[in-house]
Nanobody, 127 residues
Framework: QDQLVESGGGSVQAGGSLTLSCAAS????????MGWFRQAPGKEREGVAS????????WYVDSMKGRFTISRDNAKNTVYLGMNSLKPEDTAMYYC????????????????????WGQGTQVTVSS
């Protein structure tokens, strides 16, 4: 069962933009911290951004600030990741996840706290 479903990935040239979507079932989405992570081939998964569905400012990994924007539409149980000025090093599988407990930081070092994961959507950036 796909309780978190990512979409919007694709292939773009460096400097281009994409917006990813993550649609969640209500029992997962409501009142949660939702996060975006990514994993490049042969590399460890890393955090990107996170946001509470019921308020508060979004949070970003330092290296993602300025180019990536996380947002939400609670009527659609959906979180988004806007990506601008894409670079080849942004090439990765992008995943959304819902936090089970703890502060709303997209920190993969505490991966066991992220209870729900989508299947991912591929982003490929060519130079």
């Amino acid at each position: 069962q796909d309780q978190l479903v990512e979409s919007g990935g694709g292939s773009v040239q460096a400097g281009g933009s994409l917006t990813l979507s993550c649609a969640a079932s209500g029992h997962i989405y409501n009142g949660r911290c939702m996060g975006w992570f990514r994993q490049a081939p042969g590399k460890e998964r890393e955090g990107v951004a996170s946001i509470y569905t019921d308020g508060g400012a979004p949070w970003y990994v330092d290296s993602m600030k300025g180019r990536f924007t996380i947002s939400r539409d609670n009527a659609k149980n959906t979180v988004y990741l806007g990506m601008n000025s894409l670079k080849p090093e942004d090439t990765a599988m992008y995943y959304c996840a819902a936090l089970d407990s703890g502060a709303c930081y997209a920190d993969y070092s505490r991966w066991r706290k992220w209870a729900y994961w989508g299947q991912g959507t591929q982003v490929t950036v060519s130079s």
